[in-house]
């Protein structure tokens, strides 16, 4: 089968499939796991936030959106020509990744699977989907995943549970939202500002420093942890202000931003950091 995934998580996904042979193009963002690297890569940024703190980029981003300018240029002539058997997008965020409605036109013709994951049990969903729809048996990679689920939770109840709050973004700061809170949940934090199944959105540090935190989780989406330590830097006075006992800074872009396999990482870790 020939796949273009135009979505790191389902990147992640079918190589942890055993299908990671099937692709024969990925994003310039899927960076995972290595082998990924090696593949052609049929899209690119219109921004350049490379260098930009989270207050740049979250302008520069509505800007784009006001003026109906997309933030990805997809390369669709190419893709047509590696002649595709499935071509995987998502439906869920239109600047974490590709939406699969700015190039449904385009390829017109060509399998889509549109994943569209709000909650932890859709990205398993979507992952039995994308299996299927591979030809796969989604069965090994599912049993193994819900068994490290299981253990993490129950690691997690032995602890109890302590006040915290998790942001995906600094400037401004944005609760924890989609899949996020259950994660949150299962490793016994009570997040009073998540909100499970739904986008995150832009809130203010006066409302972070209200919910009285023991546990600050600060994991901003897209960033690793060398840049999300950077952005934290810039905003030390509000998160000082916060008074949490812990603050947390983790990689969002490896884990809890990709609604793939890594959640579970990102479980563990969330955990293993009580």
Same mark, same amino acid.
């Given at each position: 089968m ?12 079918l ?7 099937d ?15 090696a593949l052609p ?10 260098e930009?703190a989270?207050?740049g980029i979250?302008a520069?981003v509505?800007l784009?959106a ?16 590696l002649?595709p058997?499935?071509v995987?997008?998502?439906d869920?965020?239109?600047?974490c990744a590709v939406?699969a409605?700015?190039?449904a036109?385009d390829?017109v013709?060509?399998?889509m ?14 992952m ?6 591979c030809g ?8 193994r995943?819900?068994?490290?689920l299981?253990?993490?939770t129950?690691?997690a109840?032995?602890?109890g549970?302590? #006040?915290?709050?998790f /942001?995906?973004?600094?400037d401004?700061p944005? =609760?924890? *939202?989609?899949?996020?809170? !259950?994660? @949150?949940? $299962?490793?016994?934090?009570d ?9 995150s ?6 409302e ?8 600050l989780?600060l994991?901003?989406c897209?960033?690793s942890k060398?840049?999300?330590e950077?952005?934290?830097a810039?905003v030390?006075?509000r ?6 006992? #812990?603050?947390?800074? /983790?990689d969002?872009?490896?884990?809890f931003? =990709?609604? *793939?396999?890594r959640?579970? !990482?990102? @479980?563990? $870790?969330?955990v293993?950091?009580?």
């Open positions: 020939r796949i273009v995934s135009l979505l790191p998580s389902a990147t992640e996904t190589f942890a499939l055993g299908l990671g042979g692709l024969v193009a990925v994003t310039h963002e899927c960076d995972f796991p290595p082998e990924a690297a890569v049929v899209t690119r940024s219109t921004l350049p936030l490379a930009q989270s207050g979250e520069a509505a784009a006001s003026e109906g300018r997309s933030l990805y240029e997809i390369d669709v002539d190419a893709i047509r020509e002649r058997d499935l995987v997008a998502q869920v965020c239109r600047v939406s409605d700015e190039v036109q390829l013709g060509i399998p699977l549109r994943q569209h994951p709000h909650s932890l049990s859709d990205v398993l969903a979507d039995e989907e994308l299996a299927v729809a796969a048996d989604p069965r090994p990679l599912l049993t995943l819900r068994a490290r299981d253990a993490a129950a690691e109840a032995d602890l549970p302590v #006040r915290g709050v /942001l995906e973004w600094l401004p944005y =609760r924890a *939202g989609h899949w996020t809170p !259950d994660l @949150l949940r $299962l490793a016994g934090i997040d009073p500002l998540a909100r499970a199944g739904v986008p959105v832009a809130g203010s540090w006066v972070v420093e209200a919910a009285r935190p023991e546990l989780v994991a901003p897209g960033f060398q840049r999300a950077a952005e934290a810039l030390q006075d998160i000082d202000a916060v008074g949490a006992s #812990r603050v947390l800074v /983790l969002g872009s490896a884990y931003n =990709r609604p *793939g396999p959640l579970v !990482d990102s @479980l563990e $870790l969330l293993a950091s009580r």
